[in-house]
């Protein structure tokens, strides 16, 4: 699975962007897909979960972000998105779409396992 992100940016405070996911591949490895989800991480700082949105349609958010940004998913298009608004100073960081995935094979070995995107810059402006 390929997944390309974009929509990152330079925004000031307060304002929004929005960023899209769209994951390709096979059927069989698209069809494993359960979750999608975005990372972020910036300088000197560990990678952290944003956003999460499973196939049951499940949603989890970080704390410092609820409220202000929204994770969706176009099931036929295969792509996730992260509408954020209200945007700060510290949500500046590279922000990394993710997939979860659940392959099971006819032989009843299962692999479980997450794609990563190529990172987008996102930079706040105070």
């Known amino acids: 699975v390929q997944l390309q992100a974009s929509g990152g940016g330079l925004v000031q405070a307060g304002g929004s962007l929005r960023l899209s996911c769209a994951a390709s591949?096979?059927?069989?490895?698209?069809?494993?897909?359960?979750?999608m989800a975005w990372y972020r991480q910036a300088p000197g700082k560990e990678r952290e979960l944003v956003a999460k949105?499973?196939?049951?349609?499940?949603?989890n958010y970080a704390s410092g972000v609820k409220g202000r940004f929204t994770i969706s998913r176009d099931n036929a298009k295969n792509t996730v998105y992260l509408q954020m608004s209200s945007l700060k100073p510290e949500d500046t960081a590279v922000y990394y779409c993710?997939?979860?995935?659940?392959?099971?094979?006819?032989?009843?070995?299962?692999?479980?396992?997450?794609?990563w995107g190529q990172g987008t810059q996102v930079t706040v402006s105070s």
């Open positions: 949105i499973t196939d049951g349609g499940s949603i």
């Open positions: 591949g096979t059927l069989f490895n698209i069809n494993a897909i359960n979750a």
């Open positions: 993710a997939a979860d995935y659940v392959e099971n094979f006819p032989s009843g070995s299962v692999v479980v396992g997450r794609h």
